[in-house]
């Protein structure tokens, strides 16, 4: 690991406008994905700012009837607090269906949202990667890519975002809001923080330099059905290969492109009166596969059918 | 309380409570939790398994709650209390779930067992405090059933590569039902 400088930021509007300064700054909260990084040296910060005490550990209703969820409350928090649990149960599920209960006790949920991609060759620093290097090359492209993408990815980057939580958001229509180096607030769709690959894969994200994510905002609570539902290689502990939030007439998928899917397609086709397995096969028609995951369009295909249909999981 | 405001020091000096004994360190601000514990303070039961939060081998309680000390940096535990498993029981004073992995047999080469044992101990309040996990059949419930497969489930972060889940689950299911 690189030497560091470090500091407790005083508020969050502080917090930003010192990571705007400092080159090569990086927020740390519960630190379970930017430690393990740093470890391996593919993430070098020169200079931390630590959050993980600020005041943005509540969870409280709003005005209209939804919740805000502060962004350093843990993944354990937000799965045990008792109205997302009984109001928003596809939350819940998507938080307790990622990592181990260890790294949900530390890990935040604005962490979650900033968490980098697992792909292997991202995390191999002997292996070429656009993420890491822009222009260097792909290796995933003609490598062992059977967890990557198949939708929205390019020549540059075929790397999936390994967040459960944000499916479910996606799903919600969450809001995130942030504070600015400037100091200002605002308020992002959740479908509008993560950027797909297209040629700059190293910018992940719309938030600008020192822009922190403050909290989660969820809107009041979806007539309908809610779950989540994540086909993984293990029962536990395990990324997801496909994975789908279903809340009330709105779905997102998980495990399929560099950021939560958005199924609106597939609801377009609900919404007109299409079968379940029609509504599948329209939003999964532009997906490709790279050869040793191909198997995930017909995966995502048949989870979203049976989700649709209501088929219990077992 | 540490000083932040010198943004060129790579060092800092912080209290952290580790057994119920307050601390005074200095350390690298690189330094892990868990190399806290065992090249600093001489604490060697808690174990380095991969160093990267997929084993668990490394699991503390802090303030309570069972986390992974490889990946925190000791620093972010300035003024919190932190139980090892030198702190839950020394032989001849041991902690009944100690004791119930040695009845059980719950462990071939050992290495696991420091981070199996405090892994169980902060499960078993988490089920206390009603807190739900993946295995959790009605979510909206306030009390957890403990069954064997919430256990497996909530124990899924620590891993025994001797294989002795079947001995684990039956020595902290000893300890959950005197609990009860």
């Given at each position: 690991m690189r030497s560091f400088t470090y500091e407790r930021a005083p508020d969050a509007a502080g917090a930003a406008k010192t990571a705007a300064e400092h080159p090569g700054a990086r927020f740390l909260a519960g630190g379970t994905n930017l430690l393990d990084l740093m470890k391996?040296?593919?993430?070098?910060?020169?200079h931390l700012i630590d959050v993980g005490r600020l005041p943005l550990a509540e969870i409280a209703e709003t005005a209209d009837g939804g919740l805000r969820i502060g962004a350093v409350v843990t993944n354990t928090a937000a799965a045990s607090d008792r109205r997302v649990r009984t109001r928003y149960p596809v939350l819940a599920q998507a938080l307790l269906s990622g990592a181990s209960a260890q790294l949900r006790n530390k890990a935040t949920?604005?962490?979650?949202?900033?968490?980098?991609?697992?792909?292997?060759?991202?995390?191999?620093?002997?292996?070429?990667?656009?993420?890491?290097?822009?222009?260097?090359?792909?290796?995933?492209?003609?490598?062992?890519?059977?967890?990557?993408?198949?939708?929205?990815?390019?020549?540059?980057?075929?790397?999936?975002?390994?967040?459960?939580?944000?499916?479910a958001?996606?799903?919600?229509?969450?809001?995130?809001?942030?504070v600015t180096a400037t100091g200002a607030t605002r308020s992002l769709a959740l479908d509008e923080v993560h950027r797909l690959p297209g040629e700059?894969?190293?910018?992940?994200?719309?938030?600008?330099?020192?822009?922190?994510?403050?909290?989660?905002?969820?809107?009041?609570?979806?007539?309908?059905?809610?779950?989540y539902r994540k086909v993984r290689d293990r029962a536990s502990y395990a990324g997801g290969l496909f994975s789908l939030a279903l809340a009330g007439e709105r779905m997102a998928m998980g495990a399929v492109a560099l950021k939560p899917w958005r199924a609106s397609k597939a609801e377009a086709a609900r919404a007109a009166g299409a079968s379940p397995a029609e509504a599948a096969e329209a939003e999964l028609a532009e997906a490709r596969g790279l050869g040793r995951n191909d198997f995930k369009i017909t995966l995502a295909r048949r989870v979203m059918a049976a989700a649709l249909e209501g088929t219990p999981l077992r | 309380m540490l000083d932040t405001a010198a943004r060129d020091v790579t060092r800092g000096t912080f209290e952290i409570t580790v057994n119920d004994?307050?601390?005074?360190?200095?350390?690298?601000?690189?330094?892990?939790?868990?190399?806290?514990?065992?090249?600093?303070?001489?604490?060697?039961?808690?174990?380095?398994?991969?160093?990267?939060?997929?084993?668990?081998?490394?699991?503390?309680?802090?303030?309570?709650?069972?986390?992974?000390?490889?990946?925190?940096?000791?620093?972010?535990?300035e003024g919190q209390a932190v139980t090892t498993i030198e702190g839950v029981g020394l032989p001849g004073n041991l902690h009944p779930l100690q004791t119930a992995f040695l009845d059980r047999d719950a462990f071939q080469c050992g290495y696991c067992t420091p981070g199996q044992i405090c892994s169980a101990l902060g499960m078993l309040e988490e089920v206390r405090r009603g807190e739900p996990s993946q295995a959790t059949e009605d979510l909206a419930a306030a009390i957890v059933s403990l069954t064997d497969e919430e256990i497996r489930?909530?124990?899924s972060g620590n891993i025994c590569r001797c294989?002795?889940?079947?001995?684990?689950?039956?020595?902290?299911?000893?300890i959950a039902g005197a609990a009860a």
């Open positions: 391996l040296e593919i993430e070098r910060p020169r949920v604005g962490g979650n949202l900033m968490q980098r991609t697992r792909c292997p060759y991202f995390y191999d620093a002997a292996k070429p990667c656009n993420k890491r290097e822009p222009g260097a090359g792909c290796s995933a492209l003609g490598g062992l890519n059977r967890g990557h993408a198949i939708l929205g990815a390019s020549e540059a980057c075929v790397a999936t975002n390994p967040s459960d939580m944000a499916v958001l996606s799903a919600l229509e969450a809001q995130v809001e942030t700059t894969p190293h910018v992940e994200t719309n938030l600008e330099i020192g822009e922190l994510v403050t909290a989660i905002v969820l809107p009041p609570p979806p007539e309908g059905r809610q779950e | 004994e307050e601390r005074r360190v200095n350390v690298d601000l690189r330094t892990t939790l868990l190399d806290l514990l065992r090249e600093h303070l001489g604490l060697m039961g808690t174990k380095k398994g991969c160093d990267h939060g997929q084993c668990g081998a490394c699991t503390v309680l802090v303030d309570g709650v069972r986390i992974n000390s490889c990946l925190s940096l000791a620093v972010m535990h489930e909530r124990m294989s002795a889940y079947p001995q684990i689950l039956e020595a902290i299911r000893d």
